[in-house]
């Protein structure tokens, strides 16, 4: 399609769109939670409960900065302990530049201490006191062999912390820190923004008024994967995995010998069922007359999954830094257990229509195309506001990189295209023009962490370009607690996502409504984020890229599958939440990565989750027939 009809297009209808990025509740019970959600019936109460959230994400992204500080100080403190008398590395130096964060690097040896320090770094008096007093600690610390942490300082308004952390195997000597927690403020500007929508047009077809919903109802949470609690396998069965495959000889004797058919298999990996043996005999069998490297039994369901072997379905940790105590939604949505059928695939591109990456991130190196800056074209679509960086190392952040978080894909490429500008807004023809750009630019999916309750033409149109292209359009909902319908999420060619939090409750800033297809989780999601760190946002936001990155991981498994077969796999293939089926506080449910993995690849499951796949099945079965 010609640009110049879209432009024109887009000059007869400019609607404001802007982030869907809020914060999540406090801690508080999962009652407690719902209840809040039903009497927030005026926008001081709504505030109240908002700011409460905001504590959180602030909180988390405080210990997120605290943590990936230790990391670099524990690298900098060997790297200075192994350096050769006299000649300091320039890793210190090397660090701050990317680093902002780091305005002061100390290296202490006991005896003699080194600072490599920013230039523009200055303290007011007061500052410098504390910070005094707490540089002592952390060389009595280090005297000691101890790391360090201070409190945030200055008092009422924390602007750095103090850390240090000792060299291994080194008495007296390590590295120290004046760390620079500007993040916090970033994020608290960055959420206090995207507390309401930017103001809708006055007049116009798009003048638009705010609705604040209180009929949630209460809603038990429903999940058929507590049922997998049995171990039963079949009796004449068996699965072994030799070192060198059977050659077809040998295969023959073992048909004549076991009474059996032709064995399924996956490379050296075999199943025989036998006409004439228990699983005990041929146990027997093949350990005695095959030398095979593993027998098992070929299980039908798995034993709170933890069967060894072939069958194994223990998910795969990844070793970045913050995964294990941050990354609690991953391991929620069974995406772990999926990276067991796709870790993704560089073919898939995933364009992220936001306020554009982060483009020198460590942990998006590998990850990220050359994009589009729609906001000023021949500029590269660098994130001035840190929302688009968040999203899409949620989507793809490096995995197993010792550094940071995990993204969802090991594989496939980030498409950023900043449509909105450094306020975090932006205009329908921005938007629209983003996604055609992308379409244009080989993205299989897009994912679109903004909207408006404006129902624009032009956006539409270039909606329908996108799918008409067989291009998978994800969007979230909005975070008004609302039942009004949010665009583009609430277009029939979009699958919208709304927000879950770790109970899977709806979040309470989440909107709802029968336009939902799914949910995914959206409280204090730690990723990356601008200048080389790391924060915990929440909002449906943070929700939509969970669910872009199953369709690109759905897409690298089965690369044949239409735009509307992957939205179809996303939605039946879920932890049913709520009321059965699908229904308007919670869609059809929460995605299930390796349910929807394991439907992609096809009727036939992949031979070693053959048995959880006929679980599931017959679960299905009987929770239909009840």
Same mark, same amino acid.
């Not at 008409?468 to 994800?474: A, G, N, W």
């Given at each position: 399609m010609r640009w110049q009809r879209w432009a024109a297009l887009g000059l007869a209808g400019v609607a404001a769109v802007a982030l869907y990025n809020l914060i999540p509740d406090s801690s508080a019970p999962s009652a407690n939670r719902q209840a809040e959600i039903k009497t927030v019936k005026n926008p001081a109460e709504e505030h109240k409960l908002k700011q409460m959230m905001l504590k959180r994400d602030m909180t988390a992204t405080e210990r997120l900065a605290r943590l990936d500080a230790k990391?670099?100080? $524990?690298?900098?403190?060997?790297?200075f302990a192994a350096a050769q008398p006299g000649?300091?590395? @320039?890793?210190? *130096?090397?660090?701050?530049?990317?680093?902002? &964060?780091?305005?002061?690097l100390r290296w202490y040896t006991g005896k003699q201490e080194r600072e490599f320090r920013a230039e523009k770094f200055r303290l007011e008096a007061a500052e410098q006191k504390q910070l005094d007093t707490y540089l002592g600690f952390a060389r009595n610390a280090l005297r000691k062999g101890n790391s360090y942490e201070s409190p945030g300082f200055p008092q009422g308004n924390p602007k750095y912390?103090?850390?240090?952390?000792?060299?291994?195997?080194?008495?007296? &000597? *390590?590295?120290?820190?004046?760390?620079?927690?500007?993040?916090?403020?970033?994020?608290?500007?960055?959420?206090?923004?995207?507390? $309401?929508?930017?103001?809708?047009?006055?007049?116009?077809?798009?003048?638009?008024?705010?609705?604040?919903?209180?009929t949630l109802q209460d809603i038990t949470v429903k999940t058929g994967h507590d049922n997998e609690k049995a171990s039963h396998y079949y009796e004449n069965e068996i699965v072994v995995t030799f070192g060198k495959a059977?050659?077809?000889?040998d295969m023959k004797k073992i048909e004549r010998d076991l009474r059996c058919k032709p064995a399924q298999n996956i490379g050296n990996t075999y199943i025989f069922r036998s006409e004439s043996m228990d699983m005990k005999q041929l146990t027997t069998y093949f350990k005695k007359h095959w030398?095979?490297?593993?027998?098992?039994?070929?299980?039908?369901?798995? @034993?709170?999954?933890?069967? @060894?072997?072939?069958?194994?379905?223990?998910?795969?940790?990844p070793n970045d830094l913050l995964f294990s105590e941050y990354q609690w939604n991953l391991p929620i949505i069974e995406t772990n257990r999926g990276w067991k059928l796709s870790k993704g695939s560089n073919d898939v591109i995933v364009g992220v229509v936001d306020t554009g990456v982060d483009l020198k991130h460590p942990d998006l190196q590998g990850r990220l195309l050359k994009g589009y800056n729609v906001v000023s074209p021949g500029d590269d679509p660098v994130d001035d506001v840190g929302h688009g960086t968040h999203v899409a190392g949620i989507i793809s952040a490096n995995v197993n990189n010792n550094e940071g978080i995990a993204g969802m894909m090991w594989g496939g490429k980030i498409l950023p295209v900043k449509a909105l500008d450094k306020t975090g807004s932006g205009t329908t023809y921005s938007v629209a023009q983003g996604i055609?750009?992308?379409?244009?630019?080989?993205?299989?999916?897009?994912?679109?962490?903004?909207?408006?309750?404006?129902?624009?033409?032009?956006?539409?149109?270039a909606i329908k370009? =996108?799918?008409? $292209?067989?291009?998978?359009?994800?969007? =979230? @909902?909005?975070?008004?607690?609302?039942?009004?319908? *949010?665009?583009?999420?609430?277009?029939?060619?979009v699958l919208s996502v709304s927000a879950t939090d770790y109970h899977l409750q709806r979040a309470s800033f989440s909107n709802y409504g029968d336009y939902v297809d799914v949910m995914a989780p959206g409280e204090s999601i730690a990723s990356t984020y601008p200048d080389n760190q790391y924060a915990a946002l929440s909002g449906t936001s943070m929700a939509s890229p969970h669910v872009s990155a199953l369709a690109a991981l759905i897409r690298s498994v089965n690369p044949k599958l239409k735009n509307t077969e992957v939205m179809d796999i996303i939605r039946k293939n879920v932890i049913d939440l709520g009321d059965p089926g699908h229904d308007k506080y919670f869609g059809y449910g929460q995605i299930d990565v390796f349910s929807a993995l394991e439907s992609a690849q096809g009727n036939s499951a992949p031979l070693q989750f053959w048995p959880q796949s006929m679980q599931r099945k017959m679960n299905k079965i009987l929770n239909d027939a009840m």
């Open positions: 990391r670099h100080l $524990r690298l900098l403190a060997d790297k000649k300091l590395p @320039t890793d210190a *130096g090397d660090l701050q530049k990317d680093h902002k &964060q780091f305005p002061s912390v103090v850390a240090a952390e000792p060299a291994q195997g080194k008495n007296q &000597q *390590g590295m120290i820190a004046v760390l620079d927690m500007g993040i916090l403020s970033r994020v608290q500007d960055h959420q206090h923004k995207n507390l $309401r929508l930017i103001p809708y047009p006055k007049e116009g077809k798009y003048k638009i008024e705010s609705v604040h919903a209180d059977p050659s077809a000889a030398k095979p490297n593993h027998v098992e039994p070929h299980y039908l369901y798995m @034993t709170n999954e933890n069967v @060894t072997g072939l069958g194994d379905e223990n998910p795969e940790i055609i750009w992308a379409t244009d630019h080989g993205a299989k999916v897009i994912n679109m962490s903004l909207g408006n309750y404006a129902d624009a033409q032009f956006l539409h149109e370009y =996108a799918f008409d $292209r067989d291009v998978v359009l994800i969007a =979230a @909902t909005g975070n008004d607690n609302t039942e009004r319908p *949010g665009y583009p999420a609430a277009y029939p060619e």
